[in-house]
């Protein structure tokens, strides 16, 4: 196994993703969240998942993994917020169960952190602004064909950032 050590970050929503850093900083991987359709209702693939951290966790040296916090919104419907704990719940069993090191990141902390400076606002349009700033040759499209970039892979990476500079 790799000596080096790695940084997980998960914006666990159906649009979210996974990215993960060396300790140097630099994208070593991202995935974006891997999602099956169940009815009309996306949903995340926890077999895809548990598959992509179990080959991680056996290539790289793992230091810690941020996983977002999930809370139901303001005047988000019972569905949604049901599917958003549901997606919540599943990560955390993987994490869980795979016995990878993890930690529940809330939104506020991660995003006072990243987006220092700057005033209150869409944290979608920052999130991929700054990721632009700190990783500027990377690609946050979710595939070749999309023009716009994939705020999920975005905040991600933050989170990821996020956690790697608590810890070093």
């Excluded at 940084?7 to 630099?26: K, Q």
């Excluded at 991987?29 to 966790?57: A, D, Q």
């Excluded at 920052?126 to 979710?142: G, R, T, V, W």
Aim: with cysteine.
């Amino acid at each position: 196994m790799n000596t080096e050590k790695y940084f997980i970050g998960i914006d666990p929503g159906v649009a979210g993703g996974i990215v993960c850093l060396d300790d140097t900083g630099a994208i070593d991987e991202k995935l974006v969240m891997p999602i099956i359709k169940i009815g009309k209702r996306n949903r995340l693939n926890g077999k895809v998942i548990t598959k992509w951290f179990k080959s991680v966790s056996t290539e790289k040296n793992i230091r810690m993994i941020a996983l977002e916090e999930q809370r139901p919104m303001h005047k988000a419907g019972e569905v949604a917020t049901f599917g958003m704990g549901r997606g919540f719940g599943m990560l955390e069993g993987i994490l869980i169960g795979l016995d990878l090191p993890y930690e529940i990141i809330r939104p506020i902390d991660w995003q006072k952190e990243m987006f220092k400076g700057k005033p209150k606002g869409n944290t979608k349009v920052y999130s991929k602004e700054i990721a632009q700033q700190l990783f500027p040759k990377e690609d946050f499209k979710k595939s070749d064909r999309c023009t716009n970039l994939h705020d999920g892979l975005t905040d991600a990476t933050l989170i990821c950032e996020y956690i790697r500079r608590k810890i070093k």
